[in-house]
């Protein structure tokens, strides 16, 4: 099979406030959906917590809403904070709250984690709830052996983790497991699990939804390849297909004036 080069966008207009983002990402979302099911009747989904899931909201709504074949979508999260389900700081809450409750994806295809204070324990049920989906087919696996998404929504943070992935934490080095865990997270709820980079980039498409100037030095850093110790995590994002930045002008402000014309 010949190696299809990897195709990376960026939707960053100078003008673009998050109102503009959240109205690209909701055909960009749909038309994968749409793609994916007719070619394999299902569309598996990575969401991450954060601002991105406040930014899917125009999916949740006309015309979108409606043209969504929503029971065939299958959701795993990139990374969970190892809190109740009830928890604010759950990423699972968030989704819940802001996006699930809005939409009618059946609830067996919605995979959060199963909450236990050991983070190991939770890490190790989570792939196994993954597995489960691959022996079934639902998720395939990648030529690699690890599990393909269609389509993972990403938000990074101000120091460039994404996932929780961190800059300075050995958890990012990880190339064997699905899913790992940390005890200690330099940002806080301290414990998590999370995809591991080679599930991250098996996947199709991904799609990196950043808004806000804190994250600006980020995106100029990856998007510049500019050369920094330790590399930035978001900067390893790599998936097989596509990688689309969603940038409001905010988190585009530190990228030179003529940046998309390079
Ligand atoms: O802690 C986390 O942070 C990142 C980035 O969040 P944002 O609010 O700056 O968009 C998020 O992508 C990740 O899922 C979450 O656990």
Redesign the pocket.
Known sequence: MAIMPLITSIHSLRTQNPEDVAVDLAPYVSQLSQKAISETGAFCVVL?????IHTLRKLTQSPHKELVNWARWFIFW??E?VVPLDNPDS?YFLARNDFLSKVPIPSKNIHHIYYSPCSEAVAIDYQYQLSNRVQQKVVPLSATGFPQFDLML????PDG????LFPNRTERYNRTDWVTYINDSP?PPPK?ITFTFPVINSAKHIAMVVTGK??ANAVAITLEKLQVRPPLPCSWVEPQVSLTWFLDRDAASKLPPNFNKK
């Open positions: 991450s917590g954060g601002t991105l990139v990374d904070r990423n990403l938000g990074i943070g983790h994404v996932a929780s940002k998590r804190e994250e």
